[in-house]
């Protein structure tokens, strides 16, 4: 079976600051992760995806197979990341079911 | 092009009440889904269907129903409501069996009281 642990409900930090909301996952196969991010009471949007390897809006994250890790960072926090962030997981290639999600993150960016 | 459209945005029901959300995508897509997001519980999946004609149980399908009208429309139907059905639903929709993200919809916010 296929898992997302998301360890922290709540993470704030002060603007300017490093941010990394952790994600950790269980998976047989070869997993592809994702990274959405929802504001407030809006839809989630897919912020990264590892595949990719992209930077959006500053953030980053890379997929580390040793430590089943995919952990979301920016360098310094802006005000507008303040949201929920969730982790997923899909199998690579394969897999209609969709995603898995981790409970989530809220990230509050305080002045 | 609008994505992944549901309706209504809000509800309020009572207990024992049946309502179907409706969910449609110009995406030309052949996955649909539809997940609950509830505090402390993340996204979990209630139903999906990889084409049209086909659908099957997700993570938590108790309680609910589905139709995979045609290729763009998922609806989801609850047939007698009940308060632990309150929460934020969202319909999704992506490309093929693969690995590509979803598309969400901007969810339905339902109250059973």
Not at chain 1, 68 to 75: A, C, G, I
Not at chain 2, 64 to 92: D, G, H, I, M, W
Request: net charge positive; hydrophobic share 30%; glycine share 8%.
């Amino acid at each position: 079976a296929q898992r997302v642990t998301q360890p922290e409900k709540l993470l704030s930090v002060f603007k300017g600051a490093p941010v990394e909301l952790k994600c950790n996952y269980s998976y047989s196969g070869s997993p592809e992760l994702f990274w959405y991010v929802q504001y407030s009471r809006q839809r989630l949007q897919l912020l990264l995806r590892h595949i990719s390897r992209e930077s959006i809006k500053g953030f980053t994250a890379d997929l580390n197979k040793g430590e089943t890790s995919f952990h979301l960072k920016k360098p310094f926090a802006q005000e507008e990341d303040s949201a929920m962030y969730y982790c997923a997981l899909s199998s690579l290639g394969g897999g209609a079911d969709g995603l898995t999600f981790g409970k989530g993150t809220h990230l509050i960016i305080q002045p | 092009n609008a994505g992944v459209t549901q309706t209504p945005k809000f509800q309020v029901l009572k207990t024992g009440q049946s309502m179907t959300l409706q969910c449609a995508q110009d995406m030309n897509h052949n996955s649909m889904y539809w997940y609950r997001q509830d505090p402390g519980m993340g996204l979990r999946l209630i139903y999906y269907s990889a084409s049209e004609g086909t659908t099957d149980k997700g993570e938590v399908p108790n309680g609910y129903n589905v139709s995979r009208l045609n290729k763009r429309e998922f609806s989801l139907r609850l047939e007698s409501a009940a308060p632990s059905q309150t929460s934020v639903y969202f319909c999704a929709s992506r490309t093929d069996r693969g690995s590509l993200p979803l598309h969400f919809g901007n969810g339905t916010r339902l109250t059973v009281t």
